[in-house]
């Protein structure tokens, strides 16, 4: 069953010039977006303890309540008031009074004690405190 040229129901069959005009339109965008690229910026970000602001102090909270500095403890888990870190913080602040601390208790740290600890550092006037 052939077709004739001039049939009448308007199916004209595949036209390849609506194809080649959509390939055409696709080739300008991509040619157009190729040329735009993005910037990239660097963002300033104030860091609590950045390079160059020195090492932070490790202070570390053991689950029955010992806290030491960088490995040397200061305090033991009957030592309420925190007697020996408070005069070793005042002795620092003194010295560095902007040195930044990490603080890290352990999993089974009671929350009063990491709160003395965190009161302490306020008191003695250190401000630059991160948590680990």
Not at 18 to 32: E, G, Q, R, S, T
Not at 51 to 59: E, N, S
Request: charged content about 20%; aromatic content about 8%.
């Amino acid at each position: 069953m052939a077709t004739s040229q001039n049939s009448s129901d308007g199916d004209h069959g595949f036209q390849i010039a609506p194809m080649v005009d959509i390939v055409f339109v696709l080739l300008l965008f991509f040619m157009a977006l190729a040329g735009v690229r993005q910037q990239e910026v660097q963002l300033k970000a104030q860091l609590p303890c950045g390079p160059g602001d020195g090492i932070p102090l490790v202070l570390d909270i053991t689950a029955d309540g010992r806290v030491s500095v960088n490995g040397t403890q200061y305090a033991t888990r009957t030592d309420r008031e925190l007697t020996e870190l408070a005069a070793w913080l005042q002795n620092l602040a003194a010295e560095e009074p902007t040195a930044p601390f990490v603080i890290r208790p352990n999993n089974e740290t009671q929350h009063e004690r990491f709160i003395q600890v965190l009161s302490l550092l306020k008191k003695t006037g250190f401000h630059r405190i991160t948590f680990a």
